[in-house]
């Protein structure tokens, strides 16, 4: 097995490099095909990471006059506490919504010291449940609202479904579209295996006529698809990975301040082994079409 393995390789190889130059067509094709397949794929996971972040946190702020009086915080209270919408909640004072600002925002966090008073108001940070209706929710954040001692109420769940809508959208966009580029992608590393297959034809012939069995045959070819898709990957991941740098680097400060520095990420490393393998299956599954050709061609005479 692993002498049979060994001689796909080799052979594999020694086509790759003699048709180099159609093989770096399909390599690159491959490539183009991934690249835009890994960019949803990073645009849609930091996406859902930083919802995922919006999600878990406040999905509904109530913001506290300074000089509320304690039978309004009261009233206040007691007017969440009875909502069945709401799973939980959290007094923030003044001090502690400062720190937190200070520790998402970091860039901003001396200009926030350096004002002579404490900007940030006192807040009720309240957890919904996660079957909690839009309507009955937006309900209570009008009743919260017209209470005595309130400032205002942010009510983060409408804006984000329009965004889990987007990302659903963007998704869907560039699964779609990297179906077409995967599709063209096997069908070029197809065609360059098959240019292959007729530079080796005499050799493939001979080996039929001495009885080679057929995975001896198409191995090579195989392997040879195998290769293209795994080298294109590694390209395709290579450019993303530069690009993110690049963006960060120019962009990262802004979306820092907007979003918070966790919340932007590089692919994981399942992702990108996921594209790999990806790549390799695409490359395999061109070669597989070529090399089911193999045992016939040997044939003709």
Request: neutral net charge; proline residues 3%; glycine residues 8%.
């Amino acid at each position: 097995m692993l002498q049979a393995l060994a001689y796909f390789f080799r052979e594999a190889g020694a086509s790759l490099w003699r048709g180099r130059r159609a093989a770096a067509l399909s390599v690159l094709t491959i490539a183009a095909a991934l690249f835009v397949l890994g960019g949803f794929l990073l645009v849609t996971s930091n996406l859902d990471r930083l919802v995922a972040r919006w999600s878990a946190a406040a999905e509904f702020s109530v913001y506290l006059h300074d000089q509320i009086a304690p039978q309004e915080r009261q009233s206040v209270d007691q007017l969440l506490a009875s909502s069945a919408a709401v799973a939980g909640r959290e007094v923030l004072t003044k001090e502690a919504a400062l720190a937190r600002f200070q520790q998402d925002f970091p860039t901003l966090a001396g200009a926030a010291t350096s004002l002579a008073d404490n900007p940030l108001p006192a807040s009720i940070e309240v957890r919904l449940q996660p079957e909690a209706r839009t309507d009955e929710v937006a309900g209570l954040a009008e009743r919260v609202a017209e209470l005595p001692g309130v400032a205002d109420v942010r009510y983060d769940r409408q804006w984000i479904e329009r965004v889990l809508a987007t990302v659903t959208l963007i998704q869907g966009l560039g699964l779609l579209l990297a179906v077409v580029l995967v599709v063209a992608a096997c069908l070029t590393v197809a065609n360059v295996v098959r240019l292959a297959l007729f530079a080796r034809l005499d050799e493939v012939r001979i080996m039929a006529l001495v009885g080679a069995p057929l995975a001896y045959l198409r191995g090579p070819f195989v392997v040879e698809g195998i290769l293209q898709g795994g080298l294109g990957a590694v390209v395709a991941v290579g450019l993303l990975y530069a690009g993110f740098q690049v963006a960060d680097s120019r962009f990262g400060e802004t979306i820092t301040n907007l979003a918070g520095r966790e919340s932007v990420a590089f692919l994981s490393l399942e992702l990108m082994g996921l594209l790999v393998a990806g790549g390799m299956l695409v490359g395999c599954v061109g070669g597989l079409v070529a090399a089911r050709s193999a045992r016939g061609m040997a044939s003709d005479s």
